[in-house]
């Protein structure tokens, strides 16, 4: 597991298989989990500050997390 925090199956780890199925066979389902990842590492890097940004845009990388956060769970069944 990645030191990232808010990594997908730490924040669902009872729903671990039903992501990797979901991966597996749902496009949309995998694109969203990628930009999840994507969003997730920069707001790691935001907030240790190895890439530093405004205040705003790190407001802006949370906020998408939380949405795309939210689309998975949804689509997971939450």
């Known amino acids: ?4 925090p808010h990594e997908l199956l ?3 780890p009872a729903e671990a298989l039903r992501i990797s199925a979901l991966k597996e ?3 949309h389902f995998a694109r ?4 999840y990842h994507q969003v997730n590492r ?3 890097r935001a907030e240790t500050r190895v890439e ?8 802006e990388l949370r906020k998408t997390r939380a949405a795309l956060k939210d ?8």
């Open 32 to 35: 969203l989990v990628e930009e």
């Open 1 to 4: 597991m990645s030191n990232t």
């Open 10 to 12: 730490e924040e669902f």
């Open 42 to 44: 920069a707001v790691h």
């Open 25 to 27: 066979t749902d496009a």
């Open 71 to 78: 689309q998975i769970w949804q689509r997971i069944g939450g």
């Open 52 to 59: 530093p940004v405004s205040p705003e845009r790190e407001t």
